[in-house]
């Protein structure tokens, strides 16, 4: 219909006639045709900086290493509670270009932004941009963890005064002084009184904004569990609070807010046993900040893909939570070598495999917990196929004529 040409299995010099080019953020800055382009003068663009041409509302950019979907859709959940036209995209799997022309000057993108999407930006503004936390991740793409942090830095190069920064206060990895911005800097902590924006008291989570206090909502009513969660919803809220809206409506929707799927995701009980989907976790902080979410003891099925991890630090935060370790995929190995001394391992070539081992070693009352730190991409095609495949094996246990009739399933 638009005569428009493409090429599959790889790319010729024909690329070199373009006016610009358009880089999927998974195909690395390293491969020869990016080299030529470049070379060549022609400039290659992000698709979010592409779509952000086109952008007639706001947008509100969410990046960090770890719960940037639970951000995003929090904040357009907020959004939705106080009737505001949103839409709620990027990295988190719609793509802002299939929403962006569906928006009006009166509504925002919430944008889910990585690193690798931030790498080739040039006037990409959000009205707020957030940095939730910064840990090491996609060791295998960059030079060293500087040039991660600086990727996900480039969110905030391009506000002026009129915008905001919202920064976590309690990350001592973000340089909070050193970040060159010209939007107003807003902070969140979850483990000290602040004399501006919104943070825990007690137990509650308090803003303070144009020096009027705002009270939100018991932290205990919020229904998505974990320190981690908490952080989440306090930037969440603070955005919310600079957009100016009702604090009631905010404290609606923290309480009413169930998770993402893939993430800390309840997948029911069998014999009493508790299943959690964490999927999502491809890094060792993500699953740190699982494991710390849970009271009652674990049975950790990770592995997959390395991404250049450290994995022994899930021996520190694990130490009294995992009972055992059942491992899958390429990274097995290694993690063996990080985490055999400090628990019991055992390996499995399948998620049905890991799932069953799993259950056959807990106890009622115990929780079998999918949180890989591991990408997905050696036995799946994404961290929500391989989150399916665990929640279809759990389905198997509960449907399996095996399990006594009358053992609690739910």
């Known amino acids: 219909m638009y005569n428009i040409d493409f090429e599959t299995g790889g790319h010729t010099d024909r690329l070199l006639k373009s006016d610009f080019v358009i880089l999927s953020p998974g195909v690395p800055r390293t491969l020869e045709i990016i080299r030529k382009l470049s070379e060549a003068g022609i400039p290659i663009f992000s698709e979010i900086e592409v779509a952000s041409w086109f952008c007639r509302g706001r947008i509100i950019a969410v990046t960090g290493s770890n719960g940037k979907t639970t951000t995003t859709t929090l904040v357009g959940a907020i959004l939705d509670k106080a009737g505001i036209e ?54 295998d793409r960059y030079d060293d963890f500087e040039g991660y942090k600086q990727a996900k830095y480039r969110i905030t190069e391009n ?14 990895v973000i340089d909070k002084n050193s970040i060159e911005t010209g939007a107003q800097k807003v902070y969140f902590s979850t483990s000290r009184l602040m004399p501006t924006g919104v943070f825990k008291r007690g137990k509650s989570l308090v803003g303070i904004v144009r020096e009027k206090e705002i009270p939100l909502i018991d932290t205990e009513q919020i229904r998505i569990p974990g320190l981690h969660n908490l952080q989440n919803a306090a930037a969440a809220s603070l955005a919310a609070l600079h957009l100016e809206i009702d604090p ?55 592995g997959g893909r390395d991404k250049g991890s450290d994995f022994e630090p899930i021996a520190r935060c694990g130490k009294n939570r995992i009972k055992e370790i059942i491992l899958i995929g390429e990274a097995r190995e290694k993690m063996f070598n990080a985490l055999g001394k400090a628990f019991p391992v055992q390996f499995a070539d399948s998620m049905e495999e890991a799932v069953k081992k799993a259950f056959e070693e807990a106890s009622p009352g115990e929780i079998v917990l999918l949180s890989p730190a591991c990408a997905s991409f050696d036995m799946y095609d994404n961290f929500e196929q391989r989150g399916k495949n665990f929640k279809e094996a759990v389905r198997a246990l509960k449907n399996d004529n095996r399990i006594a009739k009358g053992i609690e399933t739910s």
């Open 248 to 302: 009631k409506q905010v404290g609606e929707a923290l309480r009413e807010f169930p998770g993402v799927e893939h993430r800390l995701e309840d997948v029911g009980k069998v014999a009493g046993i508790r299943f959690v989907n964490d999927s999502k976790a491809t890094n060792v902080d993500s699953v740190c900040h699982a494991l710390r979410a849970f009271e009652s003891p674990l049975h950790l099925i990770a």
């Open 159 to 172: 506000q002026k005064s009129s915008d905001f920064l919202i920064l976590n206060a309690d990350d001592s």
């Open 86 to 139: 949103n839409v709620v995209c990027g990295n988190i799997g719609v793509p802002f270009s299939d929403k962006v022309l569906g928006i009006s000057e009166r509504g925002y993108v919430v944008l889910e932004v990585s690193s690798f999407q931030l790498e080739l930006i040039e006037d990409f503004e959000p009205h707020m941009a957030m940095i939730l936390n910064i840990t090491p991740d996609h060791l």
